[in-house]
């Protein structure tokens, strides 16, 4: 499975969007690209996917590069309440096991 | 009211004794998955099950065991071998027939275990 490098912290104004880079330059061709958030001492909470094309759900949109060796994951107005550790992760099994890595901490200040 | 529900929250247990997580969902999911959170980390994979009476090793199976026995069901037990069993455990639960929402991974609320 192809591993990803996240920054391991950043800092986002309140009302401000807040872009989440991640780089998967070993990707696969059948690899998805997951992103998962995980707000303290809670379970991690799905957050959008994608193969190639960029994707946008109620949460956040999903920024696939035309090589897909990086995605970038776009909260559009940030709030208080996602402040959270933000996990990238590829897929290569249509089921396939999830691996985590240590994500980005996502600060969101007033 | 339909998820995942993991018993006990919070668990003490002396050091040498097993103990045992529940984990129980009602989604109709096909795959269940045990994962292991210390303190400042990510997850690891403990076990995972595609199907009723099967299950795999993931990355840290050694001191730990699971079954299978009902769809809606995936204990773990925490066996005196784990040699640092204190952690936050969470189970998870995928769906894999196609369709929307197929493979993503549901978590439940965890449970944090300290032995002491």
């Known amino acids: 499975d192809a591993k990803t490098t996240q920054p391991p912290s950043m800092d986002c104004a309140e009302g401000r969007a807040a872009n989440l880079p991640c780089n998967h330059s070993?990707?696969?061709?059948?690899?998805?690209v997951y992103w998962y958030r995980q707000i303290h001492s809670q379970g991690p909470q799905y957050i959008i996917h994608?193969?190639?094309n960029n994707e946008t759900n109620e949460m956040a949109s999903l920024i696939i590069t035309e090589d897909r060796k990086s995605s970038t994951l776009i909260l559009p107005h940030a709030t208080l309440r996602d402040t959270a550790v933000y996990y990238c992760?590829?897929?290569?099994?249509?089921?396939?096991?999830?691996?985590f890595g240590a994500g980005t901490q996502v600060v969101v200040t007033p | 009211d339909g998820g995942i529900t993991q018993s006990p929250k919070y668990l003490f247990r002396k050091e040498g004794q097993n103990v045992t997580l529940s984990c129980e969902q009602n989604?109709?999911?096909?795959?269940m998955y045990w994962y292991r959170q210390d303190p400042g980390q990510g997850l690891r994979l403990i076990y995972y099950?595609?199907?009723?009476?099967?299950?795999q090793k993931g990355d840290i199976a050694e001191g730990y065991s699971v079954s299978r026995e009902k769809k809606e069901s995936f204990p773990l037990t925490v066996t005196s071998a784990q040699k640092n069993p204190t952690a936050f455990y969470l189970c998870?639960?995928?769906?894999?027939?196609?369709?929307?929402?197929?493979?993503?991974?549901?978590f439940g609320a965890g449970s944090r275990l300290t032995v002491l």
């Open positions: 994608g193969l190639k």
């Open positions: 998870a639960t995928q769906r894999l027939a196609g369709g929307p929402g197929a493979n993503v991974l549901t």
């Open positions: 989604l109709n999911h096909d795959a």
């Open positions: 992760i590829v897929n290569r099994d249509s089921w396939g096991k999830f691996q």
């Open positions: 070993t990707i696969s061709g059948n690899e998805y």
């Open positions: 099950s595609q199907i009723v009476n099967d299950f």
